[in-house]
């Protein structure tokens, strides 16, 4: 039987500290950016946890998300392993010490009929999965339906994004109040944005 280890490296200690000790963040991005999707992450009380600008026109897939607009402190560095693959792999690291925090993989052809992503530990084995929930099809017709999503490890939800509808700006909601410890914060922020960025790129195309 598969011992269900969290997602959390041992330096973090669970992080139990600022910023990432939340139970929700707010993700924003407005409709229009150019040159890049900008994206801005927020704590409850309305500070800025993190930044990232999503360059659209890139090859091989990588950014990093750093503590504010200055992009004066790395935090994450999120890297695709391949240029062009069916199952990307996109290795979620900590821009300080080059440690793996985790890696996420697209399910390629699954994804055309519902966004589907397996989530694995730094030694590459699966733990869970991200999914896009309710009616995707339909939202694939209709983008302003609201968008879900649910992150889970070991078969057990750990996080949840929703989207808020609002004029203007792209706002969403990410749920960790039933973590309880088991995922990085800053791995399932990473997610998130991924998971947003999917979004964003239907509606380039």
């Not at 490296?9 to 992080?15: E, N, S």
């Not at 099809?137 to 057990?156: A, D, N, S, T, V």
Request: proline share 5%; aromatic share 8%.
């Amino acid at each position: 039987m598969q011992t269900a280890s969290p997602m959390v490296p041992a330096a973090y200690g669970g992080l139990a500290v600022q910023p990432f000790a939340h139970p929700t963040y707010t993700i924003k991005r407005p409709f229009w950016s150019l040159l890049g999707r900008k994206f801005h992450v927020f704590a409850p009380d309305g500070s800025l946890v993190c930044f990232v600008k999503h360059p659209l026109l890139k090859l091989r897939q990588e950014f990093t998300l750093f503590t504010d607009e200055s992009e004066s402190q790395p935090l994450l560095t999120i890297r695709s392993r391949q240029v062009v693959a069916l199952n990307r792999c996109l290795d979620v690291l900590d821009a300080r010490t080059g440690e793996r925090v985790g890696t996420i993989r697209s399910r390629g052809l699954k994804s055309i009929l519902r966004d589907t992503w397996d989530i694995l530990d730094p030694a590459d084995q699966p733990v869970g999965l991200m999914q896009e929930d309710g009616a995707a099809m339909l939202r694939r017709m209709f983008p302003l339906l609201i968008g879900k999503w649910h992150i889970e490890l070991h078969q057990q939800e750990v996080a949840k994004v929703t989207q808020v509808f609002r004029f203007f700006v792209k706002e969403f909601t990410l749920d960790l109040s039933m973590n309880q410890g088991r995922v990085d914060a800053r791995f399932a922020i990473a997610c998130a944005l991924l998971a947003l960025m999917a979004e964003s790129a239907r509606e380039s195309s």
